[in-house]
């Protein structure tokens, strides 16, 4: 018999709900609902203390059980997609210099006007792309700051707020021409930091989580979808691949 996690004994537990900070093909911000239905029964009960996600990307579900399952107390996330990871980990370490960098790019792209706005994204994704073989993804440092805040402005202005790339690694979605796109959100990011200081954040294949989980650990895999045809598929989150051998891989 499948056992149902009860609504009514959710709490939250921050003043400011926190949500994705990023916009992600494939979230699944819609179906909490339908996902925290099949939860296991021993969240409630206690003897699940730890909740792993291998498959981060967007992070609609860990943002719901960090702030929803007070049970849990300790979580790890991971994801190949190194400037995802990138961004994760500045807003765990340095949210206010991030903030910072953000409300600034903000401010100069809606001093503009439109055709501007479009000239300013492209010149913008050039730079973010140019400086991508000198990042040291694998070390934290100074300048991952504002690497990120490109990730957000990209992300946050692009076309249908997609994170793609190409084989090389280069940001490639074209100009998205919003009206008024928030850009800054200082507040949800700083709930999200308050959240990741109990996390642990890792760049690597979903096989590297294995070393956190135990029996009392609460794993959610959603991995890239194998495409359904050569051209109704979307699997371009990172420049590594996850084809048909990494989903018999992740099944074993």
């Known amino acids: ?12 537990f ?11 093909a494939g979230g699944k911000g819609q179906l909490i609902e339908s996902l925290v239905n099949l939860f296991p ?6 003897e699940i203390k730890k909740y ?12 719901y059980v960090a702030q929803n399952c007070p049970q849990i107390e300790n979580f790890y996330v991971s994801d190949a997609n190194q400037e995802l990871v990138l961004a994760y980990t500045i807003i765990q370490k340095d949210v206010e210099s991030l ?16 055709s501007d706005q ?8 050039k730079k973010f792309n140019e400086k991508l073989l ?4 694998n070390k934290f440092q100074a300048d991952w700051v504002e690497r990120t805040a490109e990730i957000i402005f990209l992300n946050r202005t692009c076309f249908n707020g997609l994170f793609r790339v190409n084989s090389k690694g280069e940001f490639n979605v074209p100009f998205g021409d919003y009206t008024n796109p928030r850009i800054c959100d200082a507040d949800n990011l700083r709930a999200v930091s308050a959240l990741l200081q109990k996390t642990e954040i890792k760049l690597g294949d979903f096989a590297a989580s294995e070393e956190f989980v135990d029996d009392s650990t609460f ?13 109704a598929s979307f699997n371009s989150y990172s420049k590594f691949k996850f084809g048909d051998e990494a989903q018999k891989r992740l099944k074993v």
């Open 1 to 12: 018999m499948q056992a149902t996690f009860n609504l009514s004994a959710q709490i939250n």
């Open 134 to 137: 000198t990042v040291n993804f």
């Open 52 to 63: 792993a996600e291998p498959f981060i990307g967007g992070g609609a579900l860990f943002f």
């Open 219 to 231: 794993v959610y895999f959603d991995p890239p979808y194998r495409p359904i045809s050569k051209t």
């Open 99 to 114: 903030i910072s960098f953000l409300a600034t790019l903000e401010k100069n792209y809606h001093a503009l006007d439109s």
């Open 14 to 24: 921050i003043e400011k709900t926190a949500k994705p900070f990023m916009k992600w």
């Open 118 to 125: 479009k000239e300013f994204f492209y010149e913008q994704r």
């Open 41 to 46: 029964a021993e969240i409630q009960t206690g």
